[in-house]
């Protein structure tokens, strides 16, 4: 089966280690996934690209103007057609805009798209906009899978159909060092106190202001803690306002976007995810399978994967004064974070495997094309 995934990405976060992990697996898998990596004209090349490049991925490139490009859309459609695509697999708004609304007769190629969450939206904005044209696209194409079934109870997918939804989680693969050696500043940072992980994009959703307050308020009751949050986004200026605010630039890193997160976790104590809104955060996943003690907020996906006080600890989203008493009990106790955190290992090795993902999505492409 040729499969073509098509992309916008920023960074490699959640939606992007996805996208590589499903590509490996189905390559694996004797089929032929290709990575359509979109963007606007003049962008250079693409983190996702270069990594892809790195795992031997085949990627086609499209550059085009922004916004709702029917030329756009129309060369990812005949790339697909002229190389003779079985499937054409969207990860994002974008993806979906430019080729939802091409009506089936005259794209030939069944088209799925998968909603790795959403972005909060201010009423007729732009993002608003765009996540109303979203919305409709999804009523065209011929599959809408979902990494949670709590994602449903979101208003946009009011006017989706049961029949066309699917539910596949989202899966990572075993861990691999990577061959470039950590940031040393990162490291030393670290090494200073009992240091809290956090890792995705600065955006007002993940709640990283909320972390940061939480922090503030551990430290008066006591703690030695720092934080990092490594990631890059719009959020970065409001969230050194509140840093500095706070007097908190001793404690708080933020040393950007960083390939391959995962090597940077063995060097904290505590990750914590402090989302308002989120699909089923790769992050996450990825902290367990390292054994690192977890406490996240109860959005989205997070809580199928989270039992609280079993293998980590959930708080209410925007409850700042939980994130706090959360991450001050497992400062005072080391013993119980590990217990937790041996336990969300062995959870995501048996349940949370890039192959059991994969297999489930060769399921949906195989109804949908049949």
């Not at 904290?268 to 699909?279: A, Q, R, W």
């Not at 959930?314 to 106790?333: F, I, P, T, W």
Request: charged share 25%; net charge neutral.
């Amino acid at each position: 089966m040729k499969i073509l995934h098509v992309i916008d990405s920023l960074g490699i976060y959640g939606a992007e280690v996805v996208v590589l992990n499903l590509a490996d697996e189905q390559r694996k898998m004797k089929h032929y996934p290709v990575i359509s990596s979109i963007g606007n004209l003049g962008v250079k090349e693409k983190p996702l690209e270069i990594e892809a490049k790195k795992r031997g991925l085949d990627v086609r490139i499209f550059r085009m103007r922004d916004g709702p490009n029917i030329i756009g859309g129309y060369n990812i459609l005949r790339f697909a057609q002229d190389n003779k695509f079985t499937i054409i697999h969207n990860h994002g708004y974008k993806g979906d805009i430019l080729l939802g609304f091409i009506p089936r007769a005259l794209r030939s190629i069944p088209v799925i798209s998968t909603l790795h969450g959403w972005t909060s939206t201010e009423l007729f904005t732009k993002m608003w906009l765009y996540a109303y044209l979203h919305t409709l696209s999804l009523c065209f194409v011929d599959a809408v899978v979902l990494v949670n079934k709590s994602m449903m109870t979101n208003r946009w997918l009011k006017r989706l159909k049961d029949q066309d939804l699917y539910y596949v989680r989202n899966g990572i693969m075993r861990y691999e060092k990577s061959a470039v050696n950590p940031d040393e500043s990162i490291i030393r940072f670290c090494s200073n106190a009992y240091t809290v992980i956090s890792c995705g994009r600065l955006s007002k959703e993940k709640g990283y202001e909320d972390l940061i307050c939480s922090l503030d308020q551990a430290i008066k009751k006591g703690a030695n803690v720092n934080l990092l949050i490594l990631g890059e986004g719009p959020e970065r200026k409001n969230l050194e306002n509140r840093i500095a605010l706070l007097k908190l630039q001793e404690r708080v890193y933020l040393p950007g976007y960083r390939d391959n997160v995962q090597d940077y976790l063995p060097y904290g104590n505590l990750f914590v995810l402090s989302s308002i809104s989120e699909g089923l955060p790769i992050t996450l996943l990825e902290a367990m399978q390292m054994g690192i003690p977890v406490v996240a907020t109860s959005v989205g996906g997070v809580p199928d994967v989270l039992n609280h006080q079993e293998n980590g600890i959930l708080v209410q989203a925007r409850d700042v004064e939980g994130l706090c008493n959360a991450m001050v009990s497992l400062y005072k106790d080391p013993n119980l974070g590990q217990n937790m955190a041996e336990r969300a290992q062995d959870l995501v090795c048996r349940e949370f495997s890039s192959e059991k993902m994969a297999q489930d999505y060769m399921s949906i492409y195989n109804e949908v094309t049949a």
